[in-house]
């Protein structure tokens, strides 16, 4: 199979917008990852592009907006919603484990729901740490393995969970696996609490790339 039909889901893509509950859970938290955006900055895996009207309200003339999303379906349903908010974005075919940016390429780096389906989680990380400035921010929004029974029940269920959903995984230990690099310093990291109870843990953040970190990606 080539690389585009390993991760192509147009069914999912068909109803992503209509079953996900942007508005009631994620507006808001999509928002706080978009305030005072600065630079260059690449969004990793933008879906549908839920990311772009937040980054539209806040856009300014020096903010230049990169997005990659390897799913066909997906990222024309992006390409459709850039149009529709009025946001210029390079959007590219492209998977988090190889991105084709130079080192120390932007200011900041987004992920939102991204790292549960990507197949090689720890290269991706890699890689954002690359791609970023010394300094520069990794802002990211995730769901991830929760402790106790829970937890048990992520595992039980996520073999399934992964064929229906697109790739999605529920257990991944994705914070754990991003400050475990050594490259980032944490700026803020905290349990999001939605308005309606959700029964999958999520975790909001902001990491910064370490100025000494030029070890990464070698």
């Known amino acids: ?3 585009r039909a390993e991760i192509s889901h147009p069914f999912v893509a068909s109803i992503y917008d209509l079953v996900v ?3 009631t859970l994620f507006a808001s938290q999509r928002a706080a990852l978009a ?3 600065f630079g260059r900055v690449l969004e990793i895996g933008t879906g549908t592009g839920a990311m772009f009207a937040h980054v539209a309200r806040e856009r300014s003339d020096a903010l230049e907006y ?4 390897p799913d066909p379906y997906m990222r024309n349903r992006a390409r459709a919603t850039a149009r529709d908010v009025g946001l210029a974005v390079d959007l590219r075919d492209v998977r ?3 991105l084709p940016y130079p080192d120390d390429a932007f200011d900041v780096v987004l992920s939102a729901m991204v790292f549960c389906t990507i197949a090689d989680p720890d290269s991706a990380v890699e890689e954002v740490a690359r791609v970023l400035k010394p300094g520069g921010e990794f802002r990211f929004l995730e769901h991830v393995h929760a402790d106790g029974p829970l937890g048990a029940t992520q595992e039980l269920f996520n073999p399934a969970w992964r064929r229906l959903a ?4 529920l257990d991944r230990r994705t914070v754990e696996r991003f400050v475990g690099t050594g490259a980032f310093d944490v700026l803020e990291v905290e349990r999001v609490d939605f308005p309606v109870p ?6 909001r953040g902001r990491l910064q790339r370490r100025r000494d970190a030029s070890f990464v990606g070698c």
């Not at 990169?66 to 999303?69: L, Q, S, V, W, Y």
């Not at 959700?198 to 975790?203: A, M, N």
């Open 96 to 98: 988090a484990e190889s």
């Open 1 to 3: 199979m080539t690389e």
């Open 21 to 23: 509950p942007e508005r």
């Open 66 to 69: 990169h997005a990659i999303e």
């Open 35 to 37: 305030a005072d955006l």
């Open 166 to 169: 697109g790739g999605c995984n």
């Open 198 to 203: 959700s029964p999958i843990p999520f975790v």
